[in-house]
């Protein structure tokens, strides 16, 4: 099945500064969405960006199909912008049924 | 509000004890699913179901049931046959089709004692 890998695993910074998320995935996608899982669990839809770029206020994505690539960028960072941040793909295969498989994460950690 | 509810947000169950968690949603999707995330995991696909009284294996299917009787519900039993089912259970939906965005619910933390 399609491979998903995210980097980098852990990322800590001070408040104010920016920073650049990947997502890199094997094989052609019809669907990639960036989600933040805040401490409580809950998933909170980022981006829906299969390609292009897209940008919603601090966060921006861009996806690079073609090259298999998605990138999100987080400026300016907030200390609730801390949590996990993860990439998931839908394969464009006939048999993925909406299946999304997901990164292992990015942990990314805001400090004051 | 339209949203995806799940209840209850925990639950504790003893070994050999079979336990259904709920999965709610008013978006009118057809599409729905269940994940599980392990601690420091990415989520993966238990069971999905494309339309009302029908549903297909996931990945990690064994030791799990569940049901599609109505478009707004599918809801997820974990049988005593599942290994390790201490796990937080995701439930998802969206529209049918290969280019809609998935939605997420809050989530149900099972702990076996």
């Known amino acids: 099945g399609i491979q998903v890998e995210q980097s980098p695993p852990d990322l800590i910074l001070q408040e104010g500064a920016n920073s650049t998320l990947r997502c890199n995935f094997s094989d052609s996608v019809n669907n990639l969405q960036w989600f933040h899982q805040n401490p409580w669990g809950q998933l909170i839809n980022l981006f829906y960006i299969p390609s292009g770029t897209k940008q919603n206020g601090r966060l921006s994505a861009t996806t690079v199909a073609t090259e298999r690539y998605s990138l999100l960028y987080i400026s300016s960072s907030q200390t609730t912008d801390s949590g996990v941040y993860f990439c998931a793909v839908q394969d464009a295969g006939g048999t993925s049924y909406g299946k999304l498989t997901f990164g292992q994460g990015t942990i990314l950690t805001v400090h004051p | 509000d339209g949203g995806i509810t799940q209840s209850p947000k925990y639950l504790f169950r003893k070994e050999g004890q079979n336990v259904t968690l709920s999965c709610e949603q008013n978006l009118n999707h057809d599409a729905m699913y269940w994940y599980r995330q392990d601690p420091g995991q990415g989520l993966r696909l238990i069971y999905y179901?494309?339309?009302?009284?029908?549903?297909q294996k996931g990945d990690i299917a064994e030791g799990y049931s569940v049901s599609r009787e109505k478009k707004e519900s599918f809801p997820l039993t974990v049988t005593s046959a599942q290994k390790n089912p201490t796990a937080f259970y995701l439930c998802?939906?969206?529209?049918?089709?290969?280019?809609?965005?998935?939605?997420f619910g809050p989530g149900t933390r099972l702990t076996v004692l």
């Open positions: 179901s494309q339309i009302v009284n029908d549903f």
């Open positions: 998802a939906s969206k529209k049918t089709g290969p280019y809609n965005e998935q939605f």
